[in-house]
Nanobody
Framework: QVQLVESGGGLVQPGGSLRLSCAAS??????MGWYRQAPGKQRELVAS???????NFADSVKGRFTISRDNAKNTVYLQMNSLKPEDTAVYYC?????????WGQGTQVTVSS
């Protein structure tokens, strides 16, 4: 059974930083990533990383966010710097392997002064 445990969300001032973590259990996943959904908007990809560390970022976060993974711990991290109010959303961990895909429960990130 696959479980995803997310942590690291919270309230931060504009310009601040947060680090999200997502630990997966049950199996190894080739693709791990983060999506986000703001109120009234569709869920969108933020960043993803393959087992071999190839990365992909949304244009809106390039240069501010980095994604990394620890394959030994089956954990993916999202380091978010220079946060803006428009980054406010629920962030969801997503993992994929073969035909299977799983979502975390979501963690709230609020950027506000």
């Amino acid at each position: 059974q696959v479980q995803l445990v997310e942590s690291g969300g919270g309230l931060v001032q504009p310009g601040g930083s947060l680090r999200l973590s997502c630990a997966a259990s049950g199996r190894i996943f080739n693709l791990m990533g983060w999506y986000r959904q703001a109120p009234g908007k569709q869920r969108e990809l933020v960043a993803s990383i393959t087992y071999g560390s190839n990365t992909n970022f949304a244009d809106s976060v390039k240069g501010r966010f980095t994604i990394s993974r620890d394959n030994a711990k089956n954990t993916v991290y999202l380091q978010m710097n220079s946060l803006k109010p428009e980054d406010t959303a629920v962030y969801y961990c997503n993992v994929r392997g073969g035909l299977l895909a799983f979502w975390g429960q979501g963690t709230q990130v609020t950027v506000s002064s």
